[in-house]
């Protein structure tokens, strides 16, 4: 058993918005991922959505309003809202889902999970 | 719907391994706390633990072995395993239980969920 260094992990590759799977958590997978750009309005109908910023700026677009996060900030999008992730920099993140759950909330359009 | 600014949460509170809570998320509850000192052997029999760093150095000590940990580090202690949690200075953690567990591992002894 060790500890996980989410830079060391974030440092293993260059792609945006495919997350990689670090770790799990009670049924969990802790991903993180490096963003650029608007992804795709989306929903998770069964879960809570977990986003901590570790690394530059996002904004997460919601229906009624913008949230900003920077470095050490978290938002949790709860279930069933739809949301619209937007980074204009890289900005690198650390997200929780439960294992399986598709990052576009659809799995014919979902990333492989991909652990690093 | 706003983000939570895990270090200003931070400098609401002074005491060492007194969590509060910040956020849910899946019915678990999202705590930062401060920590200094050597916490207590435990183990939770139903739930991984989750600790990340957010500032200063832990030791998770393990039954057999030491896992240590510096800013942006997490590591998920397994439900069941025994651990003491130890900091030489003062560190700040990010911690994810579910609602209501308590951080001995045992009711009796267990800090009340306070929220900031």
């Known amino acids: 058993m060790q500890a996980i260094d989410l830079a060391q992990k974030l440092d293993t590759f260059t792609e945006h ?7 799990q958590f009670n049924g969990h997978d802790l991903m993180v991922v490096k963003v650029k750009g608007e992804f795709v309005w989306h929903q998770h109908p069964d879960t809570d959505d977990f986003f901590m910023v570790l690394h530059g700026h996002i904004t997460i677009r919601l ?4 949230v900003r996060l920077g470095p050490g900030e978290v938002f949790v999008v709860p279930k069933g809202v ?14 929780i889902e439960p294992m399986g759950t598709p990052n576009t909330g659809d799995r014919a359009t979902a ?6």
């Open 17 to 23: 918005w495919q997350p990689r799977v670090v770790g």
């Open 82 to 95: 739809e949301h619209c992730p937007v980074a204009e920099e890289e900005a690198h993140l650390l997200l």
């Open 63 to 66: 229906r009624d309003g913008d």
């Open 111 to 116: 990333q492989p999970r991909r652990v690093v």
